[in-house]
């Protein structure tokens, strides 16, 4: 009865740890971009390129700061094609304005002052939108992690580097899935 | 578009051993620093008065206008000096399309007018219109292949255009003037590259000396004669990396 007891006691336990370190659900939406729907051709390489206005909430209390990645699991490579990575973004705020600088010696915009970029699958620390194959829709997750304390991390880590840094300090996670399609183009002259 | 940190970083060991136009790709491209300045905000076309000077060889005026506004962002002329443009490189490249590089001109044909395509189908202008931040933002998609599927009619890869174009730039700006670029040194003074010397003095080897630089064409040179360049346009190893 005792032995039984304990055994009880220990899953119960360890229940209440599990669900003390999974991260919290963050909602994650966007002006521009809709769950499920095709991307606006202004945040893809068909377009001006430019980053995506994103915008989150739920984040726990214990938030210091949040990292964005964006990657795409649809493209014929063992690993998701990574489109960007950001992070240190400061745990005020409530998501990520339209247009992040390219130019690495421009200021970020105030309300995400402090933000770094990382290394993308295009070797750039800079976002780079949908530019995929044709023949089939690809969906792009913007994937934004809540974490518990300042990090010192460096500028242009990749998403495996980032991932591996904040292991153990995620307390909120959340996503939106969108898609995009090139269609087989007619040859040019 | 690349940081000038970096590009002398790579072209240091380029022009190192550059007494030719044999100037071998090197390794990666630097990140994408636009220009922080309020001239981002305008179109960055102001380079058409320093297009080639000498009738064009091979380019159509067209072209070498497109040309021109795509290495001033290749190696720009900034607070630094003067970039691939003033250095010539656009009259290196179309001399070497009319000769040694011939083999390339229908590539530079078609990867132009690839990259106008693009840029009014992507961007909604021609490229000599977009602003600075807009031309490097479409330099990078024509650089990193993501152009490639747009529609625009690249030749297989838009990377490898890029690539072409890249090599070549570097080629017209630290290369020997004799190819006809690097006009007034501009690229030897860019990364402080000594010269070309036949002799080295025990003066010019003490530590901590830094050998005055010459400037002069290595063809200049009784020992270097320009019998030794390749200039049979039929020889597709002059310098071309395709």
Known sequence: ?????????????????????????????????????????????????????????????????????????????????????????????????????????????????????????????????????????????????AIDAVLDLKPGLTKAELLEAIKGHVVGEGELVAIYERKPSAEQP | MISRRALLKAAGAVAAGAAGAEVTRAEGIADTPAPASAAADRPAHDHDQASPREPLEALTAEEAALLTAIVARLIPADLNGPGAVEAGAVAYIDRALAGSLASSREAYRRGLAAVERYARSSRGGSFRELTPVDQDSLLIDVETGAATGSGAGFDGSSAAFFALVRAHTWQGTFGDPHYGGNREYIGWNLVGYPGVRTAVTADDQRLGVVPAPLRRSAYDTDMFTKATARLDPRDPHHGDPA
Not at chain 1, 66 to 94: E, L, N, R, S
């Open chain 1, 1 to 145: 009865m005792f032995r039984a007891l304990s055994t009880a006691g220990l899953v119960s336990l360890f229940a209440a740890m599990a669900i003390a370190q999974a991260p919290q659900a963050l909602t994650v939406t966007s002006p521009t971009l809709k769950a499920g729907v095709t991307i606006p051709r202004d945040y893809t390489a068909d377009g001006k390129n430019v980053s995506p206005p994103l915008q989150w909430s739920g984040a726990p209390a214990p938030t210091k700061e949040f990292a964005v990645i964006c990657d795409d699991p649809d493209v014929p490579m063992p690993q998701p094609f990574v489109h960007w990575v950001i992070y240190k973004i400061p745990g005020t705020a409530k998501g990520l304005p339209e247009n992040i600088p390219i130019d690495p010696a421009a200021a970020m915009p105030a309300d995400v002052a402090g933000a770094v970029q990382g290394t993308s699958g295009f070797r750039r620390p800079i976002y780079r939108g949908p530019a995929p194959p044709p023949g089939k829709p690809h969906h792009y997750h913007f994937t934004v992690y």
